[in-house]
């Protein structure tokens, strides 16, 4: 980063950001969100963040695109792929087969619920399931209704699946053509597609299952034990929170009401 783009700087942007769009991102980690505009103005090719802040606030469609930028984290179908061994083989099994409620956050392009889907339906629990998919950008959220992915990067894709337990071929649940691969319908009905921060917004029901991963790293302490708190709330008593690597239940105001099922994968259970 330039040496005139000071923290104050960088926090009037985001200050009038919020005043205008509402998005706040004042609370993010400052090194995370310096990268993240810097890589906002390198995609523009501008220099200085006065004239990145007179880009972006000269249309809706100038903020639109900063906002995803700021937002979209990187993503891959069944990503850590032993995190989806431990929820097939000792998270799913425990729960109520009637009833199944999961919330993905933070889904972006929708990667992680198509994965959850897929899942569940592998293990005979799609009929009972509702996966629920959100992210704070209206964008990654039609991006993700539509199931579409590039064929070329599938073959990764496909090895993420079958390290993830994943037995059959893989290739059966989409439809390919003109360089793209499209999801059946049948791996979309029990998702559920909509607009949430997790930030601003309150639990909007009881979970089972809830997937928070590789969100909370960009949150400074204050905003990460906040969303912890809304997750908690949102879990029911005996549910599964599934966490991002470099993150933790350690240090939060939370951390005894859990227990975990693999600290390495950072799956927790809440406490009856």
């Not at 509402?22 to 890589?39: M, N, P, V």
């Not at 956050?105 to 005979?124: A, F, H, N, R, V």
């Not at 950008?137 to 894709?157: C, D, R, V």
Request: charged share 25%.
């Amino acid at each position: 980063m330039s040496g005139l783009i000071t923290d104050e700087k960088i926090f009037e942007l985001l200050q009038n950001v919020y005043q205008r769009t509402g998005f706040d991102y004042r609370d993010y980690a400052t090194l995370s969100i310096k990268r993240r505009i810097q890589d906002a103005m390198d995609i523009e090719r501008i220099k200085s963040l006065d004239d990145m802040s007179q880009h972006i606030f000269k249309s809706d469609a100038a903020m639109k695109k900063f906002i995803l930028t700021l937002s979209v984290p990187t993503t891959t179908l069944f990503r850590d792929p032993e995190v989806y061994n431990c929820i097939r083989n000792k998270v799913l099994p425990r729960l109520s087969n009637t009833s199944i409620r999961i919330w993905s956050t933070g889904c972006s392009s929708g990667e992680e619920p198509y994965s959850l889907s897929i899942t569940t339906k592998e293990e005979g629990l799609a009929k009972y399931t509702r996966i629920y998919a959100t992210d704070l950008n209206e964008s990654s959220i039609e991006t993700a209704k539509k199931g579409i992915f590039k064929l070329s990067i599938m073959q990764e894709y496909t090895s993420n699946y079958h390290l993830a337990g994943g037995a059959f071929d893989f290739s059966d649940y989409y439809t390919s053509g003109y360089g793209w691969a499209k999801f059946h319908d049948d791996i979309k009905e029990n998702l559920v597609f909509s607009q949430h921060n997790l930030v601003t917004d309150s639990s909007f029901n009881e979970f089972n299952l809830i997937l928070c991963r590789n969100v909370m790293i960009y949150f400074n302490k204050d905003l990460q034990d906040k969303v912890h708190a809304l997750l908690f709330q949102s879990l029911a008593p005996g549910g599964y929170l599934v966490l991002g690597d470099k993150e933790n239940i350690r240090f939060t105001p939370f951390e005894n009401a859990y227990k975990a099922v693999s600290p390495i994968l950072k799956i927790y259970q809440k406490m009856e």
